[in-house]
Each structure stands twice: as structure tokens, then as C-alpha cells.
């Protein structure tokens, strides 16, 4: 049996939530404002995924270019019928204005840093900007990741396995066998992690996730739907 060494979390969506909502719910909220008409956050979360559609076909994992970001935001914004240019920059600069993303911890996260450290060493392997280094510490867990891989640093994004390769280095001594990698998102965590032979953890907590992604039955392998059950998995 494989002896695990070094566990990799994702960030946002795993060991970070937005407090009391999620990114559909809180974009439906925004939206019916700005637009003066209902937008549910069911419709919102299939608007992300119609995007999120556009990112993955385009298989390229550096970071998104002024034109990258117009293309996603219009598969974005064509889906709830909205296909003027215009337009949408007009909403974009509202949403600038109202969105207020206020991220905490998940529920145990300290607890379970704190217990996993004793026995593994700990890393980071996030599609977000710089500021996330500031953000884990203000919560006070910074010093539990020996290795904190973030796109904004580097210049490529999940689900390039390269950002996988990147943090591996850090472990030069570690097979990626024995590597775990814990994450909410099939496909920016869980299938280029298992392309590079690291064992996976899929945590599937459903609607009330960030991303509001219904359960997912379908993913193979490992599963939790509570970070506190890792600790068994582990076993």
C-alpha cells in the first residue's frame, strides 16, 4: 500500500467558500438587479457552465488575454440572452461595483490543517491571483503549506497539468504516487491530477458549494462530502 507524503488542496470551492451564499446565488442577486428582471441562480449556474465550456475547448491554460476575457464573458452572457457588446460592458462595470466576494474559511479547515500536518506535509494549487498568499494568511493557516502554486504567479491555470508538475517540484523526493491532491471541480482538479498518476480526492458537497454544482455522482474514485472525512480516506 502507497504511503501518502505531501496532500495538495485546492483553494476557492474547497478549503474557501463565500460566506452565507454561493458564486450562482450571489450573481442572480446582482443581475435581477442590474437587469430588472428575475435571474435565477439555476439559470446563472448553467450561464458558468456554458462558459466554462468555452474555456476548456480552447485548450490553452495561460491566463486569460483582454479578448479571452470579452469571449468568456459573451458565452457567458449570450446564454441569458444578452449578446450586445455594449451592453454587457455596461453590466460588467455594475457588477464591478456591487459584487462583494467575502470568502471564509470552510467549516473544520483549521482543525484538519492542523491535524494532517503532523503527518504530511501540505500544499496549495490554486487558479487564482497573488492576493490568495495574503488571504490564507489573514486566516491564519498560511504557515501550514510548505508549497502554494497559484496561476496568477505563474501564468497558467488549472486544468493545465503543468501547474500540477510546477508544485511537484517542490517535493523533489515525492513520487506523485504519493501525492494527494483534494479538489471541488472534476475538471480543473480531478482529471489532470490522475494524468500525472497523483491520487485524488473529489469533494463533492453539492448545490451548496461555491460553485453550486450539483452532486456528482458520476466521478469515479475517492469522494467526500465533508473535509473532515479525509482524515478516513487517508487511512
Known sequence: MVKFKVIFFNAGGTLLQLKG?????LYSRNLSKILKREISSQTV???FQKAEEWR???????????????KYQNAFY?????????????????LAEKLEMDFVLNKGVR???????????????SNWDES????????????????????GDIGISKPDPEMFRIALRDFPNVKPKET????????????????????????????TGMHG???????????????????KVLQ
Open 78 to 94: 449570450n446564454y441569458l440572452g444578452i449578446t450586445n457588446r455594449k451592453e454587457i460592458n455596461g453590466i460588467e462595470s455594475e
Open 180 to 207: 494527494v491532491y483534494v479538489g471541488d471541480e472534476y475538471q480543473n482538479d480531478i482529471i489532470p491530477a490522475k494524468k500525472l498518476k497523483i491520487f485524488t480526492v473529489f469533494y463533492d458537497h453539492g448545490p
Open 132 to 151: 490568495l498568499t495574503d488571504l490564507m494568511e489573514s486566516f491564519g493557516v498560511s504557515d501550514y503549506f510548505e508549497s502554494i502554486t497559484i496561476s
Open 213 to 231: 454544482h450539483p452532486f456528482q455522482p458520476h466521478v469515479k474514485g475517492a469522494r467526500i462530502n465533508e473535509l473532515s472525512d479525509l482524515v
Open 56 to 70: 476548456l475547448i480552447r485548450k490553452d491554460w495561460s491566463l486569460f488575454t483582454d479578448l479571452d476575457q470579452r
Open 21 to 25: 451564499t454561493t458564486l450562482p446565488r
Open 111 to 125: 482543525n484538519l490543517l492542523r491535524k494532517l500536518s503532523s503527518q504530511y506535509q501540505l500544499g496549495l494549487i
Open 45 to 47: 449556474y448553467e450561464a
